[in-house]
């Protein structure tokens, strides 16, 4: 984006904190912050239209890789479960989805506001003062709309991650121009329609099973999908690991074999030994 020329009814602001992203990260910092600091000001800047980061971007079917109550801010409970006293319960199956994932953060950007001491700038992005740092510095938010808010600010906080969702990228392999490419996020859609008889996979991570499960719990026979998976792979069995629970026992046992084998090829035998990890083709 080229900055337009300042205009004369820029608006200046002031705070302690210019946080750059509203993603996982950033929502976290903002929300320790709150808590730890009774007097700090934030301003909170993000491209996006609403907070959660990649969340807004991900596949419709994804749910989180982790049970919720190890996800999420401290003040705001994610998990659904809660004992009698209203605390966050663990339960390993309680992965929240990536609507309930945003939904979450948006309750947190409210609360965030009720504070008084949030200002959020959304659909926004973030121009770092050139030859500027440290305290006193300024900085400029421009808006979708090309309206522009100068920042003084004591310290800048840019939230940096590598993640991009295959929504928001290129196929990762050329593709033949006859073939029907689509990213994940297409494929309820895609089979909704009938519009493709066979189905190929690319790739054994997370977002490969959770597009071979999508295809499978919707009806679609194996015998029409072709699943690419180019190395071996060992996957965390949770069911095992939190069979009581989230157990502190079963943690013990699976970090011993780290402890008592003498190569990594023996430490991964050892864990899959203990059910804790699995080979996909053993």
């Known amino acids: 984006m080229t900055m337009p020329p300042p205009a004369s009814d820029d608006v200046e ?3 302690d904190y210019l946080v750059v992203g509203a993603g996982t990260s950033g929502m976290s910092f903002v929300d320790t912050l709150l808590t730890e600091n009774a007097t700090a000001t934030v301003v ?3 491209r996006n239209s609403r907070p959660g980061g990649h969340w807004n971007m991900a596949y419709p079917f994804v749910r989180l ?11 705001l409970p994610l998990g659904k479960r809660r004992d009698r006293w209203g605390r966050e319960v663990f339960d390993a199956n309680d992965a929240a989805t990536a609507a309930e994932i945003v939904a979450y953060y948006e309750r947190g950007i409210e609360r965030f506001r009720r504070s008084g001491r949030v200002t959020c700038f959304f659909r926004a992005e973030y121009k770092c003062a050139r030859g500027a740092a440290g305290e006193g510095s300024r900085h400029t938010i421009v808006s979708h709309d090309l309206k522009m808010t100068r920042v003084r600010c004591a310290k800048v906080v840019a939230v940096s991650s ?3 969702v295959p929504s928001a990228r290129d196929p990762l392999v050329p593709v033949h121009e006859r073939v029907g490419f689509a990213p994940v996020n297409a494929l309820p859609g895609a089979i909704a329609v009938g519009s493709h008889r066979n189905f190929v996979v690319l790739g054994a991570g997370k977002t490969g099973c959770d597009a071979i499960v999508e295809l499978l719990s919707r009806g679609v026979d194996r015998s029409r999908i072709q699943w690419v998976i180019s190395r071996d792979v060992w996957y965390f ?4 690991m939190y069979r009581n629970g989230n157990s502190f026992a079963n943690t013990g046992r699976f970090m011993r074999c780290f402890l008592e084998e003498t190569s990594v090829e023996d430490t991964f035998l050892a864990i899959e030994k203990l059910g804790f990890l699995a080979r996909l083709d053993p």
């Not at 890789?65 to 003040?75: A, L, T």
């Open 13 to 15: 602001i002031s705070c």
């Open 44 to 46: 909170l800047v993000d």
């Open 65 to 75: 890789h982790q049970p919720s109550c190890f996800y999420g801010m401290n003040s």
């Open 162 to 164: 590598d993640v991009v």
């Open 237 to 240: 069995v949770r069911d095992e």
